[in-house]
């Protein structure tokens, strides 16, 4: 007998922490035959806004092209705008961006273990990690006035300088999220209904991984040492030590180990980023932003974000306005192509946990 | 890097004598094709010259030249060479071919500029919308859209928007309190 | 007995006061703002003392909260969404988008007045509000639903011709295609 293929459409009301996007399963039983992203529910255009507003306007939109960490993006535009204007940044500039970028990253992952144990519908860990994830969004609120978009990292360096006692605030911080990591083991990684709705499951191929655009905690989870902060070392990141937790799985429990021991590593270089971190100035003056004319030219930029690379793509004619911005996110590719890819085979109970281990990210699919 | 990058163009020179290529500083290496070229440039660069990670394909709308760029990034993860390859295409008649067997997830790219730009690309199997949903107006990404003059359009503003006046001076007499003096600079 | 207009009164008032105290809130993050709404239900800002707690389906709740803009493909969903929804049910629009279309107010594809579409009761300012203003706004509309106040549904349905015309004129071929208030 031949069984019938049923349409199921997850989303865009779902209670998935991904977003607002849609996949369109076609099932037989439990099982999927076949999947299509729908996406485009968070249009709002913003690179096409950016032309009509000038340089440094850019920054409050830029921000807000993924939700969940916006810093990456703020530093990706920031950067971008320095490789075409040859802009300089100063030392504690530097240190600063990194700092901030390690943070956005700890915060990003709190938030994967919410999702990502959400998914499987362990939510003790959602009330544990976004809690704390709360005592870094204070760190932020602190140093940029602002809980999740933080508007800080601009051309020629950052915004404001470091609070007074703002570096024993982290270090505290980290040393409470260390000893709350431990906890999270034992809830998430010890729990063996975790390990059984994980391993083995949402397996990315490894053939071909890179040709496939997989990036980030995706590709380290399939055992390729691959991060644009030693490819491509930005900022101070040559100067800092740190490594580049890999696993052999493919799976979501690799995955998983890949992004908590980024944790640790992120925890690592905040240490030696206060330890090393020289006085200074902290941002080079900019002529008048309302004025203020980029020459023409172009530069691709490139961050590790907490879900991958994060490519942006800024043109300039040489006017107050730009004439193109173009993000790449991880998600695109791991949303779209990855997903529709992998899902065939899987269970309709697993695919939430799926989307949330590729770090599926819908605003910065669509922008 | 600066070895690499010369011998990358001499190798790329020696197949396609028509490339043309500007260097940069650090590990950037810009190269501009001609739009009939672009699939076996891509196809020779991925398998014999190590670019194997597409990372981005940026588009952009020179309106004055009439033309639009397609901009292929490729990164190449052994040499650590980041690769632009440019083309332009001809506003009039924009057609260009399409790449997706040579790297899948340019496929979700093909499909948004196709969207944005209204470029067609030949043999992409795709569905036809990816993000607007019954669009009938001009692609929006083109420069010749205006969006504000779409939004005026189709909605509504909120009355007090368009005067553009600060709302601190209705927000004083209102509750019948002054403006500190360094406050009134800003003010329009 | 019942259809004395004074016990028809003081039914009501135990009703709202029980309708204030136990509010679902639907799962649905249409834009940014659905990042502070995860803070405001869990441990440090914990909603839930308050009585409001997710639900999962439209069915099942009573206030949608419209996080952020709305792009036009989402308002579809969204009406259709809240169509679904059971009466009493209350709409609270979240940042500055929903208000005047904030910083995407020249965006094509962003709606710019909530209030056009959807009857809002409460309107919570800010880009994006934190959680301690979600919760002054959640608790300003328990407040109005005490006072009786909080009638969006039937504004909604005394005025459908309005909100009808208006949803159609951003998606022309959607909502002839689609049945009114009959999903």
């Known amino acids: 007998m031949r069984e019938k293929a049923t349409t199921i459409y997850l989303g865009p009301q779902h209670p998935g922490i991904t977003g607002n996007m849609m996949v369109r399963l076609k099932v037989i039983g439990d099982t999927i035959v076949s999947a299509q992203t729908e996406v485009g529910y968070l249009h709002r255009a913003f690179e096409k806004l950016q032309e009509r507003r000038n340089w440094l306007q850019g920054f409050t939109l830029m921000c807000r092209f993924c939700v969940p960490e916006s810093d990456p993006m703020e530093n990706v535009y920031a950067r971008s705008v320095e490789a075409i204007d040859g802009r300089e940044v100063p030392e504690r500039g530097k240190y600063i961006r990194v700092m901030v970028l390690e943070l956005a990253r700890i915060a990003t992952q709190l938030m994967w273990y919410a999702g990502q144990n959400g998914s499987l519908g362990l939510y003790t860990m959602g009330q544990w990690s976004i809690g704390d994830r709360d005592y870094i969004l204070d760190l932020f609120e602190e140093l940029t006035g602002g809980r999740v978009y933080h508007m800080y990292q601009w051309p020629g360096g950052v915004r404001r300088d470091l609070p007074e006692g703002f570096t024993d605030k982290v270090l505290r911080t980290l040393d409470y999220l260390e000893k709350r990591l431990k906890d999270y083991d034992d809830l998430m990684f010890a729990n063996s209904i975790f390990q059984k709705r994980t391993q083995g499951v949402g397996i990315v191929p490894k053939e071909n991984i890179i040709e496939h655009g997989v990036v980030g905690p995706v590709l380290r989870g399939a055992g390729i040492r691959s991060d644009i902060r030693i490819d491509e070392p930005y900022e101070v990141y040559d100067k800092l030590d740190f490594e580049i937790p890999t696993q052999e799985g493919s799976d979501i429990w690799a995955r998983a180990l890949v992004r908590r021991a980024e944790v640790h590593q992120s925890i690592r270089i905040i240490r030696q980023v206060i330890d090393q971190m020289p006085s200074g100035e902290y941002f080079n003056k900019f002529p008048n932003p309302l004025k203020w004319i980029v020459p023409a030219g172009d530069a691709y930029v490139r961050v590790e974000s907490g879900r991958g690379e994060v490519g942006f793509y800024a043109v300039s004619d040489g006017t107050i306005h730009p004439r193109r911005m173009h993000l790449r996110g991880a998600a695109y590719v791991h949303a779209i192509t990855l997903l529709e890819s992998i899902l065939p085979g899987q269970n309709i109970a697993d695919v939430s946990a799926i989307m949330n281990s590729l770090g599926t990210c819908a605003p910065e699919i669509e922008r | 890097m600066k070895e690499i990058k010369d011998k990358m163009i001499a190798q790329i020179k020696a197949v396609f004598p028509e490339a043309v290529n500007k260097d940069y500083d650090g590990n950037r290496l810009d190269l501009t094709v001609n739009k009939e070229a672009v699939p076996s440039v891509l196809l020779y660069l991925k398998d014999s010259m190590g670019f194997r990670h597409l990372s981005h394909i940026a588009y952009v709308d020179w309106i004055e030249q009439g033309e639009f760029e397609l901009v292929y990034i490729l990164w190449s993860p052994l040499d650590k060479v980041k690769l632009y390859v440019h083309t332009r295409i001809n506003r009039e008649n924009p057609v260009i071919e399409n790449i997706d067997m040579i790297w899948r997830q340019a496929n979700t790219y093909e499909r948004e500029i196709r969207e944005m730009l209204g470029i067609e690309f030949t043999g992409l199997v795709a569905p036809d919308e990816f993000i607007l949903e019954d669009w009938d107006d001009i692609p929006p990404f083109r420069k010749d859209f205006d969006t504000l003059e779409y939004v005026n359009r189709t909605f509504w503003h909120r009355p007090g928007r368009e005067d553009a006046q600060d709302v601190r001076s209705t927000i004083s007499e209102r509750s019948g309190e002054e403006i500190p003096d360094f406050a009134k600079k800003y003010s329009r | ?183």
Request: aromatic share 10%; hydrophobic share 35%.
């Open chain 3, 1 to 183: 007995m019942y259809n004395d207009k004074n016990s028809k009164k003081i039914v009501e008032t135990i009703q709202n006061w029980a309708r204030s105290h136990s509010i679902w809130v639907l799962a649905y993050g249409t834009g940014c703002g659905a990042i502070e709404i995860s803070p405001t239900m869990t441990s440090r800002y914990d909603a839930e003392r308050l009585g409001f707690r997710g639900a999962a389906t439209p069915r099942q709740a009573d206030v949608m909260l419209i996080t952020g803009y709305l792009t036009v493909k989402t308002v579809k969903r969204v009406v259709r969404v809240y169509e679904q929804m059971q009466s009493p049910k209350y709409v609270v629009g979240f940042g500055s988008c929903t208000i005047n279309g904030g910083m995407y107010y020249d965006s094509y594809n962003t709606i710019n007045l909530l209030d056009r579409y959807l009857p809002v009761d409460v309107y919570i300012n800010g880009c994006m509000p934190r959680p301690e203003a979600v919760l002054a706004g959640l608790s300003k509309l328990q407040q109005i639903i005490r006072e009786g106040n909080a009638n969006g549904a039937e504004k909604y349905l005394e005025n459908l011709a309005w909100y009808k015309e208006n949803q159609r004129k951003i998606a022309p071929n959607w909502i002839a295609k689609a049945p009114d208030l009959n999903w």
